[in-house]
């Protein structure tokens, strides 16, 4: 590796980190030797940086404007959200009758440090815990074609935004509580349905609280 290689590298690194911590937030202008000039590296490596991240679709670039961290294509969230409630929750009906005892352990501890994190919120490793809850729930969904859609869809959600909690960070409180209620119909060996339908909702909520927050920001706007 080159040099200018690592130096790209390490500019790469720099930008996403604080793109996906909140600390450039959406819409942030990204002054290229401002950058530089705090690496210590020559605007090039940063270009090339940018150049990446915009092709990850994390960083936009506009004549006469520059780069900028870019914006959530809401209609994008929307479908992806959607279509992830269903197949999400189809996968975590059909494996709920396979979630062992341990599972529901391990993603009831998961859900603990969500909660304790909630004193000191940071969206991005609020995000990172509550796909590891939710993976515990799904992962064991015997349909391996749903399964792939569950991830198709995670994986979606985190190219375009790291976490919708930086946008809406009330919601984190409360969904904390709606995976006890999960854990608890598990548990109880609910039928298939009524987990079914809790976990859509629970995706569904999410969506309806960054939808009435952008309502919100466009009327104060």
Same mark, same amino acid.
């Given at each position: ?9 390490l500019?790469y ?25 705090e ?27 520059g ?52 004193t ?47 946008? $809406?960070?009330? !919601? /984190?409180h409360?969904?904390?509580?709606? %995976?006890?209620?999960?854990?608890? #119909?598990?548990? =109880? &060996? +609910?039928?298939?349905? $009524?987990?079914? !339908? /809790? ?5 569904? %909520?999410?969506?309806?609280?960054? #939808?009435?927050? =952008? &309502? +919100? ?5």
């Amino acid at each position: 590796m080159t040099a200018t290689s690592n130096k790209s590298q390490l500019a790469y690194d720099f930008i996403k980190q604080r793109i996906v911590s909140g600390r450039y937030t959406p819409g942030y202008r990204l002054v290229l030797a401002t950058i530089a000039a705090e690496l210590g590296v020559s605007v090039v490596p940063v270009r090339e940086a940018i150049r990446r991240l915009e092709a990850e679709r994390l960083v936009t670039f506009q004549r006469n404007v520059g780069a900028q961290v870019a914006m959530l294509d809401e209609r994008e969230y929307l479908y992806t959200m959607q279509t992830l409630a269903l197949v999400e929750g189809y996968a975590t009906a059909l494996s709920a009758p396979l979630v062992t005892p341990g599972q529901v352990r391990r993603a009831r501890e998961v859900n603990e440090r969500m909660r304790e994190s909630l004193t000191h919120f940071r969206p991005h490793e609020f995000t990172r815990q509550n796909f590891e809850f939710h993976s515990l729930l799904f992962e064991n969904c015997p349909n391996p074609h749903v399964l792939d859609l569950v991830h198709r869809g995670w994986d979606r959600l985190a190219n375009l935004r790291d976490s919708t909690f930086s946008f $809406v960070p009330g !919601r /984190a409180h409360e969904s904390v509580d709606e %995976h006890e209620r999960l854990l608890r #119909l598990i548990e =109880q &060996g +609910a039928d298939p349905d $009524v987990v079914e !339908r /809790a976990a859509r909702e629970h995706r569904t %909520h999410t969506l309806d609280a960054f #939808l009435a927050h =952008q &309502g +919100a920001r466009l009327l104060d706007d």
